[in-house]
């Protein structure tokens, strides 16, 4: 009976979007300072660390166009998926790396396909009221930030231990969210047929869900250039 309450349903998917966020940037935060001394032990110089480290700025120039595309066409569920999964992947590869050329390899799926935090927005965008939206977009930016926080000082703590540990942990956590999106988060948007006949017959197209600002560019080019 309480799923069929809209408040508490609004609720739910809107924190579990912000708590998969944070998830989801700590285990970024636990790769992200390791990245250069994976690189080192391979034999890299310092300014061959720093091109490594470009390769998924590089990359999302075509990926976070085509993550939003998928998400605009085939729901943000999807889009969600595929950068849990091809983040999984990446730091997986990175950590049983054993040549620069895999290296520089196993930052392609994750330059390609992960755009969390622009789908976390869009997503947050479509599922609030326009009075709330501002509350909840900066709640995103807060569990980002906590991510940051948590996630490099977890990931130094782990490599004391073992090498692979810290790609281990991130692609556990990856796989992990994979599974919570694709079981319990609501789609947040569905195309309907309505929207394509009023096209069709000439009326006003649907509202555009997500306003795109460059206050939102700048965001988005924070975030490339902090995370992996």
Request: proline share 8%.
């Amino acid at each position: 009976i309480w799923l069929s309450l809209p408040m508490i349903r609004h609720f739910n998917r809107i924190h579990l979007v912000l708590c998969l966020q944070f998830v989801d940037i700590m285990a970024v935060g636990i790769m992200v300072p390791l990245l250069p001394y994976y690189a080192s032990d391979l034999g890299a110089s310092p300014a061959l660390i720093g091109i490594i480290g470009s390769v998924y700025g590089i990359l999302q120039i075509v990926g976070s166009p085509l993550v939003g595309w998928l998400g605009d066409n085939y729901g943000r569920k999807t889009a969600f998926t595929l950068s849990f999964v091809s983040s999984a992947l990446s730091y997986m590869m990175l950590g049983l790396s054993n040549s620069l050329l895999l290296l520089v390899i196993s930052r392609i799926p994750v330059g390609l396909f992960k755009a969390t935090t622009s789908t976390c927005l869009a997503y947050i965008s479509e599922s609030t009221p326009p009075e709330q939206r501002a509350r909840y977009i900066s709640v995103h930016h807060l569990t980002i930030t906590l991510g940051f926080i948590v996630g490099p000082a977890l990931g130094g703590v782990l490599s004391k231990y073992h090498y692979l540990l810290p790609p281990t942990v991130s692609s556990i956590l990856m796989v992990l969210l994979a599974f919570v999106i694709s079981g319990f988060l609501p789609e947040s948007r569905v195309k309907t047929e309505t929207d394509d006949s009023k096209m069709e017959n000439g009326g006003p197209p649907p509202e555009p869900p997500v306003s795109v600002t460059p206050w939102f560019q700048l965001l988005s080019l924070k975030k490339s250039f902090y995370s992996l």
